[in-house]
């Protein structure tokens, strides 16, 4: 099991892990996820045409607290999507962070609670990472389409995460969540 606490390192079961020593994305795993919502499917798609043929690997495991949880481990060297809920990544960026990563959005900003698009790395493929982003249009979503006049509602799905929040702050995370992620606690 992964496990950390802000500021005493990070974990699985009782080792310490530790993000990857990749100097640069040429020895990288990179993961991304398939997103949901279709204003982040051509970001993430012209990330990967432009990434593939320069990174080791690019590879789409699951949740963003798997991927997470494995950049932190040194499994993979980074991890971007271009929109996240907090619940999806708060736990999985402490981990990233403890474990010696950098995590930001897209465009390079330190990430908050407040944040939805994402990249979490090892630090050292940070910035060529945020780089090959701009250079694709990649650093959020596409502007709105326009909707088919037949296209049907999305659909809502559950998600079910364990994030665990210190007494003190319960109640400012829990008014944080209701109020559609606007305020911000960091991590």
């Given at each position: ?23 640069d ?53 980074a ?8 619940w ?15 995590v ?21 493929v ?62």
């Amino acid at each position: 099991m992964f496990h950390t606490i802000k500021g005493t390192g990070a974990f699985l079961n009782d080792k310490q892990i530790h993000v990857s020593d990749a100097p640069d994305i040429s020895k990288s795993v990179i993961f991304t996820g398939s997103p949901p919502n279709p204003r982040a499917i051509s970001p993430v798609l012209r990330s990967i045409t432009s990434l593939m043929p320069r990174a080791r690997t690019i590879r789409m495991l699951g949740t963003a607290a798997h991927m997470l949880a494995y950049v932190a481990a040194g499994r993979a060297s980074a991890y971007f999507e271009a929109d996240l809920n907090a619940w999806d990544s708060a736990a999985g960026v402490l981990l990233v962070r403890e474990a010696g990563g950098r995590v930001t959005d897209l465009t390079g900003e330190e990430w908050q609670l407040s944040t939805r698009p994402i990249l979490a790395t090892n630090a050292k493929v940070h910035d060529e990472m945020l780089g090959e982003l701009e250079k694709t249009g990649s650093t959020g979503l596409d502007p709105v389409a326009e909707k088919d006049e037949e296209e049907e509602e999305e659909a809502v799905f559950g998600v079910n995460v364990n994030l665990y929040v210190k007494a003190d702050r319960r109640e400012d995370f829990i008014a944080c969540i209701q109020n559609n992620q606007k305020g911000t606690l960091g991590t």
